[in-house]
């Protein structure tokens, strides 16, 4: 048994993880990314334990745990080196949890994490596979001959810090115009406000008042019924999630490319066009060609990729 922790900025994913990669059982509770992370670390502790005793298992059969964290991760150590979602700088996570379970602890950075979980679940056994994860921000993962990479010093597959605009949106990395800017479900949710703003007739208001907020899908769900404003949104979000793809095929020229995050549920609406648009400019014209799909496993990635990198540790 393994457990495998998603660390967000908002909740803390917890799942109990079969060696063969079953998520047997999970729950979350609220980050409160503002407290200190040993109040952090004890909740994750204390809800893996509660997991463990509501499936009847001894906490002697968890052979190691891993967790995903945003930021730069030192990941022979266990340390968080900084994350500006959750403010964690030099933050001894697998020492902190190793007082809670006397087990090998895995510290991976969240967006690796679930790059490797969608790796063993939709890789086909590719030598080259990155995932892309739209969500508060851009995540990359990157996974060269079955291996996460990390760069040399671990800093390495930040994709959504890439610049997309120049001198365009600010970005919470203090840089302007990153393609999570643009590309995120953050940057969709304000792309579809602003519309909202200047066509008060938009059916994305009527949306709105019945869900109560706007989302990633407010805009999705106007576009199906026909509105043009949230059609020109979409259209535009697609645009945006392509030139970051596009980008990432010329550089790696991967086997297989996966998009995941909560927008990713869209499926098809969302990911055909994409792809059409990523074929049309993809530098290369003439050889085998990346495939691109929308990820299978959605929250449970970080979890069970999570748990994948902590069995790497005891092989």
């Known amino acids: 048994m393994f457990i495998g922790i998603d660390l967000g900025g908002t909740n803390i994913a917890v799942g109990l993880v079969s060696e063969k990669g079953k998520l047997i059982a999970s729950g979350s509770t ?22 463990l005793k509501e499936n009847n298992i001894d906490k002697s059969e968890v ?39 006397d087990v090998p602890v895995a510290v991976e950075n ?22 892309v994860t739209l969500g508060t921000g851009v995540g990359g993962g990157i996974i060269l001959d079955k291996k996460i990479y990390r760069g040399f010093n671990g800093a390495g597959a930040e994709v959504g ?37 200047e066509d008060p007739d938009s059916l994305m208001h009527e949306i709105v008042k019945e869900y109560g907020s706007v989302s990633g899908r407010t805009s999705f769900d106007a576009a199906k019924r026909g509105d043009k404003t949230a059609l020109k949104v979409v259209n535009n979000y697609v645009e945006y999630v392509a030139e ?19 927008i ?8 055909a066009p994409v792809r059409k648009l990523v074929e049309e400019n993809d530098y290369n014209k003439l050889l085998r060609r990346t495939e691109i799909k929308v990820a299978t496993l959605f929250n449970e990635a970080g979890i069970i990729g999570a748990a994948f990198a902590a069995k ?3 092989k």
Request: aromatic letters at 8%; charged letters at 20%.
């Open 161 to 197: 810090h890439t610049t997309l605009i120049k001198d365009g949106e600010q970005c919470t990395c203090g840089r302007k115009g990153c393609w999570e800017t643009y590309a995120s479900v953050t940057a969709l949710i304000r792309q579809t406000k602003e519309a909202m703003a």
């Open 63 to 101: 052979k190691a745990i891993g967790i995903g964290s945003p930021g730069t991760i030192d990941s022979d150590n266990g340390v968080v080196v900084y994350s500006n979602n959750i403010r964690f700088n030099m933050t001894p996570l697998r020492d902190e949890m190793q007082k809670y379970f």
């Open 264 to 271: 990713s549920r869209e499926g098809e609406y969302l990911i």
């Open 110 to 131: 969240d967006a690796n994490a679930a790059a490797y979980g969608e790796y063993f679940a939709s890789g086909d056994n590719a030598s080259s596979f990155l995932a």
């Open 30 to 51: 609220p980050t409160m990314s503002e407290r200190d992370y040993t109040e952090i670390v004890k909740d994750m502790a204390v809800l893996a334990e509660k997991l």
């Open 312 to 314: 790497a540790l005891i």
């Open 244 to 262: 970051g793809i596009t980008n990432l095929v010329n550089i790696f020229q991967p086997e297989i490319i996966v998009v995941g995050g909560g």
